[in-house]
């Protein structure tokens, strides 16, 4: 297994690639690797002959204040883990190599990234988007896998690869989640143990709000009992807490299916996410 920094060897990694394999899935990451990643790079196998993984801690999705610098980084951890998982090249992209010298473009899909993590983080899919672009445009991949657990993020690069013409495939992969139900986050690295145990709050209101919102109870009133719960367990503050459709990621002011129910809570300096189908 490979691991290239730069276009030029990152081209000729491909052409080889694809000499020897019919096709090729792209799984991009901020490395920090966890079992969440690994389940994409299982998908990426079991779907193509060929697989890329990219590591690259994007500065432009993360906001001002935003733990940009404190973000993990393992790459050597994580390319022993891709190597394991069979992976055939690693992309781990110097910062100008996406970002050169007078780079001046923007990549922003209105609507679906208004909202939500949109609302609390601002700007912070138009860097989701640019980044994602820059890597489909290098690697051309036939298939891009990328993780549920970002659901607003999978809604947004699904609009822009349609919107765009990028012809390959979108695959969403379920949330893997610890036994308890929390689900894997490279950010639960932050909680301490007594968070940690709290956290799990997070999807278990979450279950009981979608069960209570399928059983046919009053949305607002769930909604709000859910969010005042969560406080009482150790979150100190909510982003948001919304049932909306699944596919459009338009507010649901009454059921009807397809819905999702997601959420953004910060406890202690860690804010969680989370989203679950409401069916
Ligand atoms: O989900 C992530 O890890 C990142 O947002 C992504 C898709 C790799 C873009 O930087």
């Known amino acids: 297994m490979q691991i290239v920094r730069q276009m030029g060897p990152l081209r000729d990694a491909l052409r080889d690639i694809r000499r020897k394999k019919s096709n090729v899935g792209l799984v991009p990451t ?3 690797l966890h079992a969440g990643h690994m389940k994409l790079v299982e998908a990426a196998m079991e779907r193509c002959d060929g697989v890329v993984a990219s590591i690259f801690v994007n500065p432009t999705q993360f906001g001002e204040g935003e733990d940009l610098d404190a973000y993990p980084r393992q790459e050597a951890a994580d390319a022993a883990l891709l190597e ?3 992976v055939d090249l690693i992309w781990a992209p110097t910062v100008d190599q996406i970002y050169p010298e007078g780079f001046a473009t923007n990549v922003s899909v209105s609507g679906i990234s208004t909202g939500l993590c949109g609302g609390s983080r601002p700007g912070h899919f138009d860097g989701v988007a640019t980044v994602v672009a820059k890597l489909f445009n290098q690697i051309r991949p036939d298939a891009a896998f990328f993780g549920e ?3 607003q993020q999978l809604a947004v690069i699904k609009r822009m690869a349609s919107d765009l013409d990028f012809t390959h495939d979108i695959i969403g992969v379920p949330t ?3 036994p308890d139900g929390l689900a894997l986050s490279s950010r639960n ?10 956290a799990v709050a997070l999807p278990d209101m979450m279950r009981d709000a979608a069960d209570a919102i399928v059983r046919g109870g009053d ?3 769930i909604l709000k009992d859910a969010q005042a719960k969560l406080l009482a367990s150790g979150f100190h503050e909510i982003d948001y807490f919304e049932l909306r459709n699944a596919e459009t990621l338009e507010n ?6 397809p819905a ?3 959420a953004a809570a910060h406890i202690g300096r860690t804010r969680l996410i989370d989203n679950i189908a409401v069916a």
Do not use: S
């Open 189 to 198: 690295a932050y909680l301490t143990p007594e968070q940690r145990r709290q």
């Open 30 to 32: 901020m490395g920090a």
């Open 260 to 262: 999702r129910l997601l």
């Open 84 to 86: 394991a998982a069979g």
């Open 176 to 178: 893997v989640r610890d």
């Open 149 to 151: 657990k970002d659901y």
């Open 252 to 257: 649901m002011p009454i059921f009807k299916k």
């Open 219 to 221: 949305i607002d009133n």
